[in-house]
């Protein structure tokens, strides 16, 4: 209890520090829409028989909005939540788990341990497993700030973005624009653009419509 009414503290001053969206969407657009892929993926998701409440749910999706917010204000860029959700469905479909890659990886982005440990110590921040483990505390949190590093270092360039979250920052640096295609890439683009898609499809009216579909969901 004591935890969750910090985690609410903290992302209410959060929202309120970077009250003025980034993005080409509205804030509750995009948390609706976030939050009914989240829970449509994890309800079929081959990887775990654990059913994500509603109520946590929306904390993913509110987290991803809020930290986006905040590293691109703190790092001088443009983090799209999209592209942040896009990358952690392709690498997990938004399951926390301690043991990918035979636990060289772990959380809710399946980030390297190693990388975890470097960005804690880069943020003066406490690591350890459980913490990175809860997707809200510092799973979503250190995908973010590590993907906006990524906008700095690439001043934006999409492909090397993601290509150096799967690969790091070097590999992305020394690759070409036909060694940067590869399946990784695809599938992140992949999602990223029908994220973008579906939700102008419904222009102003996807805020209510995305609403009603994660309603529907069980």
């Known amino acids: 209890m004591k935890y969750r009414l910090s985690y609410i503290i903290l992302m209410f001053f959060i929202i309120l520090s970077c009250s003025d969206d980034l993005y080409a969407y509205e804030h509750q657009v995009l948390e609706n829409y976030i939050a009914y892929r989240i829970k449509y993926i994890h309800n079929i998701a081959y990887n775990s028989n654990i059913t994500l409440s509603k109520d946590r749910v929306r904390e993913y999706a509110n987290a991803i909005v809020a930290w986006s917010n905040y590293y ?4 001088d860029v443009v983090i799209d939540p999209l592209l942040i959700t896009a990358i952690i469905e392709t690498e997990t479909n938004f399951v926390s788990r301690a043991d990918y890659d035979q636990g060289e990886s772990i959380g809710i982005s399946s980030m390297r341990v190693d990388t975890a440990k470097w960005i804690a110590k880069n943020m003066n921040v406490d690591y350890n497993k459980w913490r990175m483990l809860d997707a809200t505390d510092l799973g979503i949190r250190f995908t973010v700030y590590y993907l906006g590093l990524a ?6 360039e999409i492909n090397k973005v993601i290509i150096s979250y799967n690969q790091g920052f070097s590999s992305a640096n020394n690759k070409d624009i036909d060694q940067l295609y590869n399946n990784y890439l695809f599938k992140v683009l992949g999602r990223y653009n029908y ?13 209510k419509y995305f609403a009603y579909k994660f309603s529907q969901l069980e």
Do not use: V
Not at 72 to 75: D, F
């Open 195 to 207: 994220y973008k898609k579906r939700i102008n499809s419904y222009g102003t009216s996807a805020t």
């Open 72 to 75: 691109s204000k703190e790092l």
């Open 151 to 156: 906008y700095q270092q690439y001043d934006g």
